[in-house]
């Protein structure tokens, strides 16, 4: 026997590898027009991956306190070998990481993948996209820079608007009444321990759904096949789809390498809270269309004030996208549509916010 | 469905294979190994942190000297007095940004530009210079002069 | 005596301090009743009350009477009677002496502001302006010209006409009015000069209250034109070091001779511009080629310096362009940064250096900055390479990457057969 089979069979006596290889082995895929789709969960999966990589990496130099926080990742950029391409890859994989997530629930939704019985996996689901937006928030203070202390200190200033709580929440994320070297040592905590203990769970509870519940067909695609069996097809997912997917992931890392050399990461100027606000904050793209939203409502509707109005609609609009799959249960038709219309409105309406956002003054 | 094993050039194909994506695999490995074990190596500059720089070594100064250093991305003046005692400045004059120098022979920080004076606590004492100097504070370690910014600044 | 409050005959003393106390600001009410009727009359004889409120004798409790005589506590034509000693306007002639007769007074004025100047009239009377006033011409200014008359504001009072930042334009209401300028033989270009000034840019634009403006040269009460030879110690003043290096250098005693102006021979007076390194050398825009003609020692020593001086300056800008290409393809370059700024000092101190008139100092500062711009256009030019490094070394990872994604679909295809 060769080497490689020798230690698969050591292992097997003791962890029960073929046991727990079993079911990965009848794993398949749907194949059919739309199975591209499938592959934005997995990209995901990967970019998260990175993140974990080149975060703990660079946690061996960054410095957590205002006073030094800048310096350090200015001597990860300058002094540290290589230092300059984890840091810009950590950066660019969060927000390639972001828009993947994005685009996954997108395609989730479009697909109608949400339906019964998988709510939970969809659930889990949008608990990760909140948690991703919580790491690029956390993490985008971390350098210590001009542009994220103002920018997190807008939007921490919006989370005391929520009405009841809203100071409460705000004080609890800065860690005081101001962004202070407190709100870094804070922030620096969920990013690195909190967040990451949190999406590690939901990620295996994710994972576990998928591959309890298989892969789901999109409706018209079911019908389909419903109708004749024989043209329903299907891969393997081991070796046939996950090759694939390595092929997707190893692309991924090209483009992530040329991103990093060729359009590196800036770092800017180091905070100072004492001086004024550049003109023109604005947060990072994936909250573009929540400030653009915030500016546009007027400050006074009816009796409510504006900006409590835009929260408390925005945070309405995420607790019912965390519950569209009881919206479409299959059931009613009309479910069928609010939600097909919501997706439409939603995605467009944040593309659009978010050019506008960038292209307005 | 074709017999892959029936194919002709199988073997060379089964090589052209097994290389590119042995070969890329091992090759495209190493080229992500490679970054990170340089990274894990401590660079030979240590981080001091934007608080704290090392000015020079005891020895670089004689007494009634100084010498220009950089602190940030700002130069700050090192003197040390005829009595053995160190003072560290923001080199940046405050009236319209020149590169202030200690003049030995009056024992006060001069600029060029347009006369102002400054004693060695910074104190703009004449000439135009709106404002004071900003001081730093001086302790030896071992023989490195280090250079930190007040503290509650 | 028995003070307890039982004793009512006593009760009143209590009474006392607060009666005082109210007493105090009504009797130090100042009564002005001249106001109340002049501030309805018309020009020239209208002051209103909002007006005086702004003087700084009214301030400090004096009346129109201070100067005007009178008596201010009447309410009708009493209060301008002979007998009250009214004076009527003061003509133009009298004024200084009205003014001086209270601020020449050391021992009155220590009452008010013991660290006024005391000097004004007797410097006056040194002025173009007083001895001019002295032999009879009343167009020439007094104290109320500059100063105001009925809301005069003290001087460091951002609205006086004589704050730092608005000398100039009092100055200009005569000095720049041809018209009324006609009878003296001197220019009235000076005001429309100096707003093109760096001193003016640096005064009212930048704000240096440090800056100059015509009090600061010509004095002010005592105000006459520095003489031609005495002209380089009023601008020695702040420019130490130009001076310094002027008296050792051989136009010294060159432009002495010749009865020139020191500084303002080649500077001008009232439209001092930003020097630029065109006004040395031989070009169009040079001063050297006023005196100076090709073959005569200054002239090359004039053209070689303006060659170092650009030469630096080239150099200088070569290596902040490269730094700027490094810094926006991400590389850090803020030690070379702050090192081009020592040869930017240093292009400073030739242009500095070049008042001694000898090539010698002035290729020394260029010699110092250019070995500055070798060390950063060396760094400009290592990031340069860095970032060609890193551009190589991701091509070469690129190759290993498609390689391998190449292998994984030459896989796949094999596996499955070429109908994926």
Redesign the interface.
């Known amino acids: 026997m060769s080497v490689l089979a020798h230690i698969r069979g050591w292992l097997d006596e003791r962890f029960g590898l073929q046991q727990l290889a079993e079911p990965l082995k009848k794993k398949a895929v749907p194949l059919h027009k739309l199975s591209y789709w499938y592959f934005f969960g997995g990209i995901t999966l990967f970019l998260f991956g990175i993140q974990v990589c080149t975060g703990i990496l660079l946690l061996l130099y960054y410095r957590p306190s205002a006073g030094e926080a800048f310096e350090s990742v200015q001597y990860i950029m300058t002094r540290v070998q290589f230092g300059w391409l984890v840091r810009s890859i950590h950066s660019w994989a969060a927000n390639l990481m972001i828009l993947m997530v994005f685009l996954h629930m997108f395609s989730v939704l479009f697909l109608r993948a949400y339906r019964k019985p998988r709510e939970l996996t969809w659930v889990s689901g949008m608990i990760l996209l909140f948690l991703a937006l919580g790491f690029g928030f956390s993490g985008y203070l971390l350098p210590w820079n001009t542009l994220a202390f103002f920018a997190t200190k807008v939007g921490t200033e919006i989370t005391g608007q929520v009405p009841f709580i809203g100071h409460e929440m705000m004080t609890f994320l800065r860690g005081g009444e101001d962004v202070t070297g407190a709100t870094l040592t804070r922030f620096f905590g969920f990013h690195v321990a909190v967040l990451p203990g949190l999406a590690t769970l939901l990620i295996l509870i994710h994972l576990a759904l998928v591959q309890k519940l298989g892969i789901s067909v999109p409706p018209s695609v079911e019908k389909q096949w419903q109708e004749k069996p024989e043209t329903a097809r299907q891969m393997k997912f081991f070796p046939n789809f996950f090759l694939r997917e390595a092929m997707a992931w190893y692309l991924a890392l090209g483009v992530l390498g040329a991103l990093a050399a060729i359009y590196p990461w800036g770092l800017g100027t180091k905070a100072d809270p004492f001086a004024p606000a550049p003109a023109g904050i604005k947060p990072e793209w994936y909250f573009l269309f929540m400030f653009q939203t915030l500016k546009l409502i007027p400050s006074k509707v009816v009796f409510i004030d504006g900006e409590v109005l835009g929260i408390l609609l925005f945070g309405l609009a995420g607790a019912a996208w965390i519950l569209l799959p009881f919206l479409d249960n299959g059931t009613r038709r009309i479910g069928r549509k609010i939600v097909l219309g919501a997706g439409v409105f939603a995605l467009s309406y944040i593309v659009a916010l978010t050019v506008y956002g960038y292209v307005a003054k | 469905m074709d017999n892959p094993d029936s194919h002709p050039h199988k073997p060379q194909r089964r090589r052209i294979v097994e290389i590119l994506l042995g070969g890329g695999l091992f090759a495209s490995v190493a080229s992500f190994l490679y970054p990170v074990l340089r990274y894990l190596v401590p660079p030979a500059v240590p981080n001091l942190g934007g608080d704290e720089v090392v000015a020079g070594k005891v020895g670089d100064l004689k007494p009634n000297g100084s010498k220009i250093f950089r602190f940030g991305t700002r130069p700050a003046l090192l003197i040390l007095t005829a009595d053995g005692e160190y003072h560290a400045l923001s080199a940046v004059c405050t009236h319209l940004g020149c590169t202030v120098q200690y003049r030995p022979d009056l024992h006060e920080i001069w600029c060029a530009c347009h006369n102002g004076m400054y004693d060695l606590k910074g104190r703009n004492v004449s000439g135009p210079p709106p404002r004071p100097l900003d001081q730093f504070q001086v302790h030896l370690r071992g023989d490195e002069i280090v250079v930190s910014r007040t503290r509650g600044a | 005596m028995d003070m307890s409050p039982s004793n009512a005959r006593f009760r009143w003393l209590f009474l006392l301090p607060a009666i005082l106390w109210l007493a105090g600001p009504v009797c130090a009410q100042v009564v002005n009743n001249c106001v109340v009727c002049h501030s309805a009359l018309d020009p020239p004889y209208k002051v209103t009350e909002e007006q005086f409120a702004h003087d700084i004798h009214s301030q400090k409790g004096l009346t129109c009477a201070a100067c005007h005589g009178g008596d201010p506590t009447k309410a009708d034509m009493d209060a301008m009677s002979k007998s009250a000693g009214f004076r009527g306007k003061i003509t133009r002639s009298q004024i200084p002496s009205l003014c001086g007769g209270c601020h020449g007074d050391a021992a009155f004025m220590r009452k008010y502001n013991p660290s006024l100047r005391t000097d004004q009239l007797s410097q006056y009377v040194t002025s173009v302006h007083g001895k001019l006033l002295a032999k009879g011409d009343t167009k020439v200014a007094v104290c109320i010209d500059c100063h105001g008359v009925h809301d005069l504001r003290a001087v460091n009072d951002a609205q006086s006409s004589v704050y730092p930042l608005n000398i100039a334009k009092t100055c200009s209401r005569c000095h720049a009015d041809a018209e009324y300028m006609k009878s003296y033989s001197i220019p009235t270009d000076q005001f429309a000069k100096y707003n093109t000034s760096v001193h003016h840019d640096a005064l009212v634009v930048r704000g ?1 209250l ?1 800056a100059p403006t015509c009090t600061t040269c010509h004095g002010n009460h005592g105000a006459a034109p520095p003489g031609v030879s005495t002209v380089q110690n009023v601008c020695s003043n ?4 130009q001076a310094q290096l002027y008296e050792k250098s051989p136009h010294r005693k060159a432009f002495q001779d010749a009865g020139l102006p020191g500084c303002v021979t080649c500077h001008g007076n009232h439209g001092v511009l930003h020097p630029t390194d065109e006004n040395i050398g031989a070009g169009p825009k040079a001063f050297c080629t006023q005196c100076h003609v090709s073959g005569d020692a200054g002239y090359s020593a004039a053209e070689k310096m303006h060659d170092s001086l650009r030469q630096l300056e080239a150099s200088i800008k070569s290596s902040d362009q490269l730094l700027q290409k490094a810094e926006s ?2 590389m ?1 370059v ?2 070379a ?2 090192e081009l ?2 040869a930017r ?1 240093s292009l ?2 030739a242009r ?1 250096s070049v008042h001694v008139f000898q090539l010698g100092p002035v290729e020394q500062d260029v010699q110092t900055g250019l070995k500055v711009t070798e060390k950063t256009t060396k760094a400009g030019k290592d990031a340069l390479a860095e970032r060609e490094f ?2 190589k ?2 091509a ?3 190759v ?13 295809r ?6 994926h």
């Open positions: 240096d440090s702040c420019h130490v070091f393809s991400g850090e803020s030690e940064r702050l700024d020592q000092d400073t101190k500095v890193r551009r070394g991701l070469l990872s690129l290993f990457i498609f390689a391998t994604v190449l292998g994984l679909y030459l896989l796949i094999r596996i499955e057969g070429p109908s």
